[in-house]
């Protein structure tokens, strides 16, 4: 009987291993390079919602200013939202538009977007695409020249590869470099097969039309899934562009880590519960690959938690054999496993860093995955779990 249990649970769950299998190694394998040039020239606003970043917001600015894009065709919109320090004075003598925002009750990026953009198209901004950075990131200097061959082929939504800085500085970014490699490629891979890559919140941008006609939607502790899943919803799909990328930075310690990385999870949970209905019906409505891809998307799990599951269930069903029992549930786990593992290896052979990075992973990454769980379920009983917190940064 339990044997059948673990058994018809291992079968179930690998619809999910097979999805992060097949995109992860679509993603690994499949060639990078630039994308085709474009004769014509799209004019970018680059939007940075700002809270008290007067310490990193000149970096990332100064690394805007030296992007390989006509400096005539783009603007720098800096949102200080309810700031107490001089991030504002900061970005307007580095040549941004600036704009200041007070509102202690609606706080956070979701809101301060759906601010600038209901108060940009009163003013009439003459953009044709948005792009949306951190005030703590630094771009690529292509990233321009490679969003705009990206929407003059015809995208509505795009988000190019989001990186680590230094990804060998600490243990948590060491981490945090793993899953957003893994996500980097799933997501290129996803779009090989015609599916909607997930916003990742850094370096996505929407032309002026999605933003007329839909408007910045999502203000949850997790506002790029929620952008992602509503556009989705209404039928707009996110291309993702590998050839150009911004490098963030991550908090240095397990504690400072401890406080995005749980309001990450439970806002990307309640995000998954709240709208994988409606992605099942458009699968049901569309009956194709790229629809069933995406429905899997929202309803998998971050990988940590996927891999520790399936992990224990395979130490469990391989205990078991040596009572007899357990050898078709075990199978069953195994592949889930091995696909899971060759996932993971497919994309650390697409890259290349430091040792300390492979240091790092090999001997707190099982430390991590326990510890993202306790975390997870600690912040569950947080007074408000769904209260935006500053990240903190070094």
Same mark, same amino acid.
């Given at each position: ?85 001089? /991030? +504002?004075? =900061? @970005?307007?003598?580095?040549?941004? &538009?600036?704009?200041? *925002? $007070? ?6 990026? #979701? ?60 243990? /948590? +970014?060491? =981490? @945090?470099?793993?899953?957003?490699? &893994?996500?980097?490629? *799933? $997501? ?6 015609? #599916? ?199």
């Amino acid at each position: 009987m339990i044997d059948t249990i673990l058994l018809i649970t291992g079968i179930f769950f690998l619809p999910v291993s097979v999805y992060l299998f097949l995109t992860t190694c679509l993603g690994a394998f499949s060639k990078k390079g630039g994308l085709k040039e474009s004769t014509s020239l799209k004019k970018f606003a680059i939007v940075i919602s700002a809270h008290n970043e007067e310490r990193i917001i000149g970096r990332t600015l100064h690394s805007i200013q030296e992007v390989d894009y006509p400096a005539s065709l783009f603007n720098v919109y800096v949102v200080a939202d309810n700031c107490s320090d001089d /991030t +504002a004075i =900061i @970005a307007r003598k580095m040549n941004a &538009l600036c704009i200041e *925002r $007070y509102d202690e009750i609606n706080r956070g990026k #979701g809101h301060a977007l759906r601010w600038f953009f209901n108060d940009a198209f009163k003013n009439n901004l003459p953009e044709d695409v948005f792009l949306i950075i951190d005030a703590d990131t630094i771009v690529s200097k292509n990233i321009l020249k490679e969003m705009n061959k990206k929407f003059c082929e015809g995208a509505q939504v795009a988000n190019v590869r989001y990186e680590i800085l230094n990804p060998g500085c600490s243990v /948590t +970014a060491s =981490i @945090a470099f793993l899953g957003f490699l &893994l996500r980097n490629l *799933r $997501y290129k891979g996803l779009c090989i097969l015609g #599916g909607s890559a997930q916003l990742l919140g850094n370096g996505m941008a929407f032309t002026r039309e999605i933003i007329k006609d839909y408007g910045w939607l999502a203000t949850s502790i997790t506002e790029d899934r929620e952008q992602w899943a509503i556009l989705y919803t209404k039928g707009v799909n996110v291309e993702f562009v590998d050839s150009a990328s911004v490098f963030a930075l991550m908090p240095e310690t397990f504690k400072d880590f401890s406080v995005p990385r749980a309001r990450w999870d439970i806002g990307g949970l309640a995000v998954n519960r709240r709208y994988m209905s409606q992605f099942l019906r458009i699968f049901f409505k569309k009956m194709n690959f790229a629809s069933f891809f995406t429905f899997i998307e929202i309803i998998t799990p971050p990988f940590t938690y996927y891999y520790f599951i399936s992990s224990v269930f395979c130490i469990i069903t391989s205990i078991m054999q040596l009572t007899d029992m357990g050898y078709h549930s075990f199978l069953a786990w195994l592949v889930n496993i091995i696909l899971l593992s060759t996932g993971v290896f497919s994309g650390l052979l697409n890259t290349k860093v430091d040792f300390a990075v492979y240091k790092n992973l090999l001997f707190y990454l099982p430390v991590f995955v326990p510890w993202r769980i306790w975390n997870l379920l600690r912040g569950y009983f947080r007074s408000n779990p769904e209260e935006w917190i500053k990240s903190k940064r070094h």
